[in-house]
């Protein structure tokens, strides 16, 4: 289970405020590796009647030409980035998942986050809103997807506040909760946290850090063991992409 907990630095800008501590659920496991041999065979089809549909269609075909492979709509989400402040589409910033729009879930452009979206993510505390409130929260943006070379699924999240300091203050105050959880470096990223837990035969990386104006969280989730530079690689790529577009 995964937990924000407002900060001492959080605490001086309320006034002495409680802390909130407040449940986020984190996304379903994915099975990468059934999902991606259901992809080949074919979803929905099944046994002898799919076979014998897949001939009659081939049998009532007319010898006409194939047609030609519609192409891949391009992304008009456009972002631009300077001195730590990103503009734009918060989404544009979201690292492009390795295997292409079809391993995305939902929107391949990413999603974007209200604050009632982050708010009710994060538990539906009215700490938590007037923790965004506080810290001039400007929106969210979020994308998961199926990574097939690592086995596993990724989800990134991005938070956008008023400034480098609020972003800082919000990935001061964001703990984990319950047992288990392992603390391990990020290479290069000496600022960020990260950490590890397994448990019920699933894999969970969670590694959190700020770039900017802009708080990232990256979870890395499987049914096997992960190598830790998965992560590691991901938020080294995911900080260049905000620090530089």
Request: net charge negative; proline share 6%.
């Amino acid at each position: 289970m995964i937990v924000t907990a407002i900060g001492a630095s959080y605490l001086v800008l309320a006034a002495g405020t409680a802390a909130a501590v407040v449940a986020i659920a984190s996304p379903a496991p994915i099975d990468v590796a059934e999902a991606l041999a259901s992809a080949s065979t074919g979803a929905g089809a099944s046994g002898a009647g799919a076979v014998s549909a897949s001939a009659n269609a081939a049998a009532s075909a007319s010898p006409s030409a194939s047609p030609s492979p519609s192409p891949s709509p391009k992304s008009t989400v456009v972002g631009s980035v300077k001195d730590g402040t990103h503009s734009g589409d918060l989404r544009y910033f979201l690292l492009p998942p390795p295997d292409g729009p079809s391993s995305v879930q939902g929107d391949p452009d990413g999603n974007k986050e209200s604050q009632s979206d982050v708010v009710k993510e994060y538990g539906g505390s009215s700490d938590v809103k007037s923790a965004l409130n506080q810290l001039g929260f400007k929106g969210g943006a979020q994308r998961t997807y199926q990574d097939s070379t690592m086995g596993a699924n990724v989800s990134i999240e991005l938070l956008q506040f008023d400034s480098s300091g609020d972003a800082d203050n919000w990935m001061q105050g964001f703990q984990l909760n319950g047992n288990g959880w392992t603390s391990f470096s990020i290479p290069g990223e000496s600022g960020a946290t990260a950490r590890e837990k397994n448990a019920d035969n699933l894999d969970s990386l969670i590694g959190v850090y700020a770039e900017g104006d802009t708080f990232y969280q990256i979870t890395v989730y499987g049914t096997q063991t992960l190598p830790h530079s998965d992560l590691a690689n991901l938020m080294t790529a995911e900080h260049g992409r905000l620090a530089h577009g």
